[in-house]
């Protein structure tokens, strides 16, 4: 018996020093050497067959070999264990001087960027946004325009049809109808918003582009106050030497009307590429509120008068950033884009 535990513990301690010892497999020496029916509890049990001397001496060692072999299991348990972690920690270490990865931050569109400096600036002169709907009547688009069904002004604004009476709106002066239908003056507003022609897409058109239009309606209003109101946005917005000249025009809706043009930005009236040799750039329609509008939306014109405006936000954008192509907007090019 003696024998018989010596060669246990010496297999048993063998088995477990060797190079190639893991936690499972000490498990399975463990169980294999002590557990129920484990060499050494084998042999424990067999006790019952020795001799009363013989019984407390191989007790005694049997004892001090379980306990040889229990603590060479915890010894070689821990140290594994430890060799376990130190490769985790090794594994996870974080370099903290890496460089880390930049989030990309989005940014307003860059024709929202101008179509915002544009309402700042009438704001700032005490303008309210107003918004209308892209789907519009016929009566808000056209009739209640001066323009009535057949008027030659329809034929430059074609436009695509919901019905008869329902249309995607070619301007945004509509919104000047809807504000005076609900509100009476004293009226200053401003409207930025999409609107749409059946134009094909080119260097210069687009059936979808953007709109800001002003309406400014009161007592004893005068084209001073639009020149001065015109001149004071156009300073904001291109700077303080520009200079702003009206040509007589022609639109349904205002009377007297004229187109405004602003001094070139890049050759300042000499002529050059941007102005086509001009030496002016048009940014604006405008005008005196023609009084049928005003009689139309219940608004007297003995009492009231009035000025109103519109302007392309893509034409003003691509003057002021000199792009030469409006599909540049469309694309979403974000190396176009990233510029502004
Ligand atoms: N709605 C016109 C257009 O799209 C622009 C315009 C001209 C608006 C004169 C106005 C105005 O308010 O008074 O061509």
């Not at 109101?229 to 000249?245: C, H, P, Q, S």
């Not at 040509?247 to 809706?253: K, L, S, T, V």
């Amino acid at each position: 018996m003696r024998e018989k535990l010596q060669e246990i513990k010496e297999k048993t301690l063998a088995a477990i020093t060797t190079g190639d010892i893991n936690l499972a497999r000490l498990e399975e020496i463990k169980v294999a050497c002590l557990g129920k029916k484990g060499s050494l509890t084998a042999v424990l049990r067999g006790m019952g067959g020795l001799s009363a001397e013989e019984r407390p001496v191989i007790g005694q060692l049997a004892n001090q070999v379980r306990q040889d072999i229990e603590k060479a299991i915890e010894d070689t348990k821990a140290r594994l264990k430890e060799e376990e972690l130190n490769r985790t920690l090794r594994r996870e270490t974080i370099d903290v001087t890496v460089p880390g990865n930049k989030a990309a931050l989005g940014k307003a569109h860059a024709l929202y960027q101008v179509e915002r400096e544009i309402c700042d600036i009438f704001v700032s002169m005490g303008f309210d946004i107003a918004e209308g709907p892209e789907v519009e009547y016929d009566y808000y688009n056209f009739e209640a325009l001066n323009i009535p069904p057949n008027h030659p002004a329809r034929d430059t604004q074609d436009t695509f049809y919901i019905t008869d009476r329902v249309l995607l709106r070619s301007q945004t002066s509509p919104v000047q109808i809807r504000t005076m239908e609900k509100q009476k003056p004293p009226i200053r507003i401003i409207s930025p918003g999409r609107v749409y022609r059946s134009d094909a897409l080119d260097a210069t058109h687009s059936p979808v582009f953007h709109q800001i239009e002003g309406l400014v309606v009161d007592k004893g209003i005068t084209m001073g106050d639009l020149k001065g109101i015109l001149e004071t946005y156009a300073k904001a917005l291109f700077g303080a030497d520009v200079k702003l000249r009206f040509r007589p025009h022609h639109f349904p809706f205002t009377e007297p009307s004229a187109e405004v043009d602003v001094s070139c930005l890049l050759c300042g009236g000499e002529g050059c590429r941007l102005c086509k040799g001009e030496g002016w750039i048009e940014i604006l329609g405008a005008g005196m509120v023609h009084p049928n509008v005003l009689r139309g939306c219940g608004i007297d014109p003995d009492v009231y008068s009035g000025f109103a405006f519109g302007m392309g936000v893509e034409r003003i954008a691509m003057k002021k950033y000199e792009i030469d192509d409006i599909r540049y907007f469309y694309e979403n090019d974000t190396r176009f884009l990233s510029q502004f």
